[in-house]
């Protein structure tokens, strides 16, 4: 009966091991500039996106595009949601994506293309709550994020890409 518990015990040792075997302490790197959350933002970040529909191009500030995606979190989620917010910090090929909640921060760099008319993310940094995600747990967190852009529901971009500050989604190549 011994051997048995010490078999048990010794299968969870090893599961848990390989489960945390891509978790470290620490957090993704982020930019140290603070994106401005506020309503002004967003309002003229909707209405570049409503012109963007009928222009067939648009290109948000850093601001614009996290105030947006923030007010629509509080307005669809209200207290109950597990989202607080977003922040989203663009540089030339590069985006670092914030998302706040009352658990902790989930931070996640990468660059963000259109592969075959379907947006997808290539992450090369993510974190959760102070642990850093590394190796076949990051190419899951990739993997279900790519999953979920590949919603009909969500539309076809055939252009999207990060620059300076600004965030450029349009409807030609």
């Given at each position: 009966?011994?051997?048995?518990?010490?078999?048990v015990?010794?299968?969870?040792?090893v599961?848990?091991?390989?489960?945390?075997?891509?978790?470290?302490?620490?957090?993704?790197?982020?930019?140290?500039?603070d994106?401005e959350?506020s309503?002004?933002a967003?309002?003229?970040?909707?209405?570049?996106?409503?012109?963007?529909?009928?222009?067939?191009?648009?290109t948000?500030?850093?601001?614009?595009?996290?105030?947006?995606?923030?007010?629509?979190?509080?307005?669809?989620?209200?207290?109950?949601?597990l989202?607080?917010?977003?922040?989203?910090?663009?540089?030339?090929?590069?985006?670092?994506?914030?998302?706040?909640?009352?658990?902790?921060?989930v931070?996640?760099?990468?660059?963000?293309?259109?592969?075959?008319?379907?947006?997808?993310?290539?992450?090369e940094?993510a974190?959760?709550?102070?642990?850093?995600?590394?190796?076949?747990?990051?190419d899951?967190?990739?993997?279900?994020i790519n999953?979920?852009?590949?919603?009909?529901?969500?539309?076809v971009a055939?252009?999207?890409?990060?620059?300076?500050?600004?965030?450029?989604?349009?409807?030609d190549?």
């Amino acid at each position: 009966m011994l051997n048995r518990k010490n078999l048990v015990v010794s299968f969870v040792v090893v599961l848990l091991v390989a489960m945390l075997a891509g978790c470290a302490a620490g957090g993704a790197t982020m930019p140290e500039e603070d994106v401005e959350i506020s309503m002004d933002a967003a309002m003229a970040g909707q209405q570049k996106a409503m012109e963007g529909l009928m222009m067939g191009a648009a290109t948000l500030s850093d601001s614009e595009i996290s105030s947006l995606l923030t007010e629509l979190i509080k307005q669809n989620m209200g207290d109950m949601g597990l989202l607080t917010g977003v922040t989203i910090q663009t540089e030339p090929g590069m985006m670092y994506i914030s998302l706040d909640s009352p658990m902790g921060a989930v931070e996640l760099v990468g660059n963000v293309e259109v592969v075959d008319n379907i947006v997808q993310v290539d992450l090369e940094q993510a974190a959760a709550m102070g642990m850093n995600v590394t190796g076949p747990l990051l190419d899951i967190v990739e993997g279900a994020i790519n999953r979920a852009l590949n919603s009909p529901e969500l539309g076809v971009a055939l252009m999207i890409e990060a620059g300076d500050g600004e965030l450029m989604v349009g409807m030609d190549q």
